[in-house]
């Protein structure tokens, strides 16, 4: 892509920096964008966010896997005094700071959860000055059958070179699996930058979030949204406003790329993206955009009651199975449910089938005799249970039905 002069540069002073002051509003070039090779880079500045006391904040996809050791990470912790015969110890290591190491204990030694959280805050290895311990709270899910630990509005000061810090917040989660002991937290962040530029004439919102969890912002590893500036500032955490920081937004119909942020997330830079790049990424995030329309059913797929059942079904019948696994929290799931499974020819083609989806959440047995990895997870059995041809994630309508009458 030929590059012209940079236009219309926002130059931010080190007083700006400073506050973590919102973007100056700058004007895009009168040329058309999008569509040729002229790149127009646009400029601005982002402040820290969190979803407040109380209140959980923008999810990461894939949450961060912190391992626990039921021995101490290091010889000479100073502990306080702790409930639990067995505490388990972690650590984190974010940005450029060194290694945080953590404590988890339980508030009674016969509760069987670790509800007590230690932080050495200054990294000196004594938790004995860092301020309270943070108390989790206990949750039981009942669709899943399982309980967790939530420590929510966990805060550290992240250091990213001489005199630079920022304030990190994220929410960990002690799971339970079933009937098994503690071994890792799911680390989520709860907090991310936003700030104010404007964009083809029209003041916008823009917030970065650090969707790997390793408190580094950029372009590798964060997804980012665009709203307008009057709108409900909800609007930049709704589900499907975020995109991953490779795929552009559109304002006015021009499509922007997320060019650059510093570490830090003090700084961004965005870049007017051609037309054909655009469609590109698009695709890739949304793999419907590629479907052609197709004729939607009137009826709906006959589930059956259990596995067991309709293996016998399949067999008085002479008929193959359709075993689906699924949940409802999942995107790739309900977007399989909804447009794949509300196809005419898939309906059509699945009264030929014993059909049966499964929670793999509450049928583990199952989730493990099939290794079922992921959801959506579909499976063609013979009338014995045994596997014909398994499709895992998102399938388009069009290669389902033919898998489909392949099996029938």
């Known amino acids: 892509m030929v590059r012209l002069p940079v236009r219309f540069l926002l130059v931010l002073s080190a007083a700006a920096l400073a506050r973590g002051a919102f973007g100056q509003v700058v004007s895009s070039p009168d040329e058309v964008l999008g569509t040729g090779s002229i790149g127009v880079r646009l400029s601005g500045t982002l402040g820290y966010r969190d979803a407040g006391a109380g209140a959980r904040g923008p999810v990461s996809p ?7 050791l039921r021995a101490p990470l290091a010889e000479y912790l100073s502990l306080p005094p702790l409930q639990s015969q067995e505490p388990l110890f972690s650590l984190l290591r974010l940005a450029r700071q060194g290694k ?3 404590v988890l204990d339980q508030s009674r030694p016969d509760l069987g959860l670790y ?3 230690y932080i050495d805050r200054n990294r000196n290895l004594d938790f004995t000055d860092d301020g309270p311990a943070l108390q989790g709270k206990n949750v039981h899910v009942e669709s899943r059958d399982l309980d967790y630990t939530e420590f929510t509005n966990v805060a550290l000061d992240l250091y990213y070179g001489k005199d630079v810090s920022e304030r990190y917040q994220f929410t960990l989660y002690a799971w339970y699996p079933r009937g098994a002991a503690l071994e890792q937290l799911l680390m989520i962040s709860s907090s991310w930058r936003e700030g104010e530029i404007e ?5 916008m919102r823009l917030a970065v979030f650090d ?3 390793d408190g580094n912002y950029g372009v590798e590893g964060c997804s980012w949204a665009l709203a307008k500036a009057d709108a409900d500032p909800a609007a930049l955490l709704l589900e499907g406003a975020r995109v991953p920081a490779s795929v552009p937004l559109r304002v006015n119909g021009v ?7 510093m570490q830090e997330g003090r700084l961004f830079e965005l870049e007017s993206e051609t037309e054909a790049k655009a469609r590109s990424a698009e695709r890739d995030l949304d793999p419907t955009l590629n479907e052609p329309p197709r004729p939607r059913s009137a009826a709906q797929v006959a589930w059956g009651a259990d596995l067991d059942s309709a293996l ?5 019948g002479g008929k193959p199975v359709f075993l689906l696994f699924t949940v409802d929290w999942a995107r790739g799931a309900r977007l399989f449910e909804s447009r794949t499974l509300g196809d005419r020819e898939v309906v059509e083609l699945l009264a030929h089938y014993a059909c049966v989806q499964v929670n793999p959440d509450r049928a583990p047995d199952l989730k493990s005799r099939y290794a079922v990895q992921a959801c959506p997870t579909s499976l063609i059995l013979d009338a014995q249970g045994r596997v014909l041809e398994t499709l895992v994630g998102y399938r388009e309508a069009r290669i389902l ?3 489909l009458k392949a099996r029938r």
């Open 62 to 68: 894939a949450p961060l896997v912190v391992p626990l």
């Open 100 to 102: 945080t190491h953590f």
């Open 115 to 117: 509800d007590v959280l």
């Open 199 to 203: 964009i083809e004439g029209a003041p």
């Open 211 to 213: 969707d790997d969890c």
């Open 255 to 261: 499509p922007y790329r997320l060019a650059a942020v």
């Open 312 to 316: 016998e079904q399949a067999r008085a």
């Open 401 to 403: 039905a033919e898998r």
